[in-house]
């Protein structure tokens, strides 16, 4: 056998045959070369039989398959030139694989989509014949609706013309007739009597209001005018006889103060030792409230 053959038969081989024949020339078993590779001895005898897990990195392989041919003397170039033309012929098929599940992939995605967009008219064309049913219904309803308001007026026009045709009574006696209408003048006049006695009522209302209408102004309470002077700030809070707030929080000091209202007054003070009040142009005594306290009390002063 020439030197041309033999590479040939090596080419042929792959690394796995190539090993495995090896490691049986030198008399070695499968757990043999297990415990010096560190691995296990389903995975030397997978890499004999070439079949290799694809969570596996090609790396990896190519490493165990290195530490294998040195272990047994083999030429590391040889095997590493056999499992790549290996590798090679395996990615080819996985390459029309992958493509295949692409093309499967979007088939179904295509059904899906086809899927879709048949339920979404269906639902459209729902929708349009409910709103039609929705439509017809409420025509349906306006129509009784506007011939039961025209037959009103027929109804009207029927009655008057049944009420023309009834037959004229002849005329009665004169003493009849005088009898029949005296009771009707009686009518009249106690019908109109109850309409004029409301409007002599209501011309006695007026009157009297517009009466006691002076007396009224005539007792509502003077305003009166008070006056505060602040020498320092204080919290003041004052209300009138009619329950308006005429002044409320703090005043600075310095300031004076007007203010008018219906007394009596409801007066309350933080600091009532910095404030003097003239109550109707008289000066209102403020010594005998307590200094550093609250002070509240009524204008005029009780």
């Given at each position: 056998m020439?030197?041309?053959?033999?590479?040939?038969?090596?080419?042929a081989?792959g690394?796995?045959?190539?090993?495995?024949e090896a490691?049986v020339?030198?008399g070695?078993?499968?757990?043999?070369?297990?415990?010096?590779?560190?691995?296990?001895?389903?995975?030397?005898q997978?890499l004999e039989?070439?079949?290799?897990?694809?969570?596996?990195?090609?790396?990896f392989?190519r490493?165990?398959?290195?530490?294998y041919?040195?272990?047994?003397?083999?030429?590391?170039?040889?095997?590493?030139?056999?499992?790549?033309?290996?590798?090679?012929?395996?990615?080819?098929?996985a390459?029309?694989?992958?493509?295949?599940?692409?093309?499967?992939?979007?088939?179904?995605?295509?059904?899906?989509?086809?899927?879709?967009?048949?339920?979404?008219?269906?639902i459209?064309?729902l929708?349009v014949v409910w709103?039609?049913?929705?439509s017809?219904?409420?025509?349906?309803?306006?129509?009784?609706?506007?011939?039961t308001?025209?037959s009103?007026?027929?109804?009207?026009?029927?009655?008057?013309?049944?009420?023309?045709?009834?037959p004229?009574q002849?005329?009665?006696p004169?003493?009849?007739?005088?009898v029949?209408?005296?009771?009707s003048?009686?009518?009249?006049a106690s019908e109109?009597?109850?309409a004029?006695?409301?409007?002599?009522?209501?011309?006695?209302?007026?009157q009297?209001?517009?009466?006691?209408?002076p007396?009224?102004?005539?007792?509502?309470?003077?305003?009166?005018?008070l006056v505060?002077?602040?020498?320092?700030d204080?919290w003041?809070?004052?209300?009138?006889?009619?329950?308006?707030a005429?002044a409320f929080?703090?005043?600075?000091?310095?300031?004076?103060?007007p203010?008018?209202?219906?007394?009596?007054?409801?007066?309350?003070?933080?600091?009532?030792?910095?404030?003097?009040?003239q109550?109707?142009?008289?000066?209102?005594?403020?010594?005998?409230?307590?200094?550093?306290?609250?002070?509240k009390f009524?204008?005029?002063?009780?």
């Open positions: 020439t030197d041309e053959q033999v590479a040939e038969q090596t080419q081989m690394p796995g045959q190539m090993l495995r490691r020339a030198k070695l078993t499968v757990e043999d070369v297990a415990n010096r590779l560190n691995l296990k001895s389903s995975n030397v997978d039989a070439e079949k290799f897990d694809e969570r596996i990195s090609v790396t392989i490493g165990y398959y290195k530490n041919a040195k272990l047994l003397d083999v030429p590391q170039a040889d095997v590493q030139q056999a499992f790549d033309a290996l590798n090679a012929a395996k990615q080819e098929p390459k029309l694989q992958s493509f295949s599940r692409k093309v499967a992939k979007q088939a179904s995605d295509d059904r899906l989509m086809m899927v879709s967009y048949v339920i979404l008219a269906i459209l064309a929708v709103w039609l049913q929705q017809n219904t409420s025509a349906t309803e306006t129509v009784p609706a506007s011939s308001v025209t009103a007026p027929q109804t009207k026009a029927s009655e008057q013309s049944e009420q023309s045709e009834q004229v002849p005329d009665a004169l003493e009849e007739q005088q029949v209408e005296q009771p003048l009686d009518v009249v109109d009597t109850p004029a006695e409301p409007q002599l009522n209501d011309d006695t209302t007026v009297a209001a517009e009466a006691s209408l007396e009224l102004i005539g007792e509502l309470p003077a305003q009166v005018e505060f002077q602040f020498s320092a204080c003041v809070n004052i209300m009138d006889a009619t329950g308006e005429i929080g703090v005043k600075k000091a310095g300031r004076t103060m203010v008018s209202g219906v007394p009596p007054f409801e007066i309350t003070l933080g600091a009532p030792d910095v404030v003097q009040i109550y109707d142009g008289e000066a209102v005594d403020m010594t005998g409230f307590p200094k550093g306290r609250t002070a009524n204008l005029p002063l009780n």
